[in-house]
Nanobody, 124 residues
Framework: QVQLVESGGGLVQAGGSLRLSCAAS????????MAWFRQSPGKEREFVGG????????RIADSVKGRFTISRDNAKKSFYLQMTSLNPEDTALYYC?????????????????WGRGTQVTISS
């Protein structure tokens, strides 16, 4: 079993930055992929980016490439979403997710474990 807890959301002005954290617990993650998704009211859950726990390779969605980056801290069993140049379209509930996989998957249903989400609101 894996538990995920997000933190770091908040209200930021357009052009600002935020760093989201996801703390993982429950088991070892060497064979896991960790990812960030987001969802706005009335929209489907959208893949933002992910990272392989082993090796650290990342995959970032085209919609946020160049603005968002993902990293991890093995010792803290945490991974992060650094968001810059935020705009109102980035407003959403951001979730972290985990699954056993060898590549970063972009489909929400492929992930077995989810956090409860952290709200990010960007004001214009």
């Amino acid at each position: 079993q894996v538990q995920l807890v997000e933190s770091g959301g908040g209200l930021v002005q357009a052009g600002g930055s935020l760093r989201l954290s996801c703390a993982a617990s429950g088991r070892t993650f060497s064979t896991y992929v960790m990812a960030w998704f987001r969802q706005s009211p009335g929209k489907e859950r959208e893949f933002v980016g992910g990272i392989r726990w082993s090796g650290g390779s990342t995959r970032i969605a085209d919609s946020v490439k160049g603005r968002f980056t993902i990293s991890r801290d093995n010792a803290k069993k945490s991974f992060y979403l650094q968001m810059t140049s935020l705009n109102p379209e980035d407003t959403a509930l951001y979730y972290c997710a985990a699954t056993a996989a060898t590549i970063v998957l972009s489909t929400p249903r492929r992930y077995d474990y989810w956090g409860r989400g952290t709200q990010v609101t960007i004001s214009s």
